[in-house]
């Protein structure tokens, strides 16, 4: 279906304002038949004969508004104010170039369902988690792990997280009573983590320090302090009570 062009004007036409209701009527007729079928603004002999009732046809063609042909009635300056055949044809034919090409292309993008494309990258997910959790030190709570990983991976490539497992798992000053356990380290983004302080020797709670503590230095014989004497009184009074 195409839409004919009617000026908002043209009821006041000079051309059109004196026709009466059957000349208007059959001049609107005409030109949606004429743009229906595409002939161009022809019309021919039979098909006036079916529109025209009341000859309104020869008042068209007196104001000019229709001109006679051989065979039929030439819509005068048609193609002037309407649609070519040709045009119309042409903006077909580019419609349907375009919506070949976009089939084309969708047919070309999608290649497999959605729901296998979803579950080859679950399996790949998977295959990916396994890797980590046999680079990573510390193998427990595997199903939280795994949860943790399917979120981690949308947030840095499985191959960074497992490098991070990698060297976490090396790192000479991790303590193995204080590894983090693999979900904890997966939600934290661990695998940003710079190396770890060196380890200090701990004893409990209470830090060793480890610097030799200075011993005072031993007296000799010689410089022992001498006794200080006992009174004489209370040296008799001992006598006394043998």
Known sequence: MTWIKLDDTLPNNPKI????????????EG???????????????AIIKRLDHDSAH?????????????????????????????????KRDQ?????????????????QPEYRIQKQNTETDIKDFDQFWESYPLRVGKGAALKAWMKAVKR???????????????????DPAFTAHPATWLNSDRWTDSPLPPKSLRNGSQR????PTALPPRFTADDL??????????RDLLQAHK
């Open 31 to 45: 030109l949606c038949y004429a743009n229906q079928y595409l002939t161009d603004g022809f019309l021919a002999q």
């Open 17 to 28: 304002l004196p026709l009466s209701n059957a000349g208007f009527r059959l001049y609107i």
């Open 58 to 90: 020869l008042e068209l063609i007196e104001a000019g508004l229709w001109d006679e042909a051989e065979g039929g009635i030439q819509i005068h300056d048609y193609t002037e104010h309407q649609t070519s055949r040709a045009d119309v044809r042409a």
């Open 225 to 234: 302090p001498q006794g200080v004497p006992m009174p004489e009184n209370i």
């Open 208 to 211: 060793l320090d480890q610097t």
């Open 95 to 111: 419609s349907r170039d375009r919506v070949t090409r976009y089939r084309e292309k969708s047919n070309a993008d999608v290649t």
């Open 156 to 174: 840095a490539t499985p191959q960074i997280i497992v490098e991070g497992a990698c060297r976490y798992a090396s790192d000479p000053n991790r």
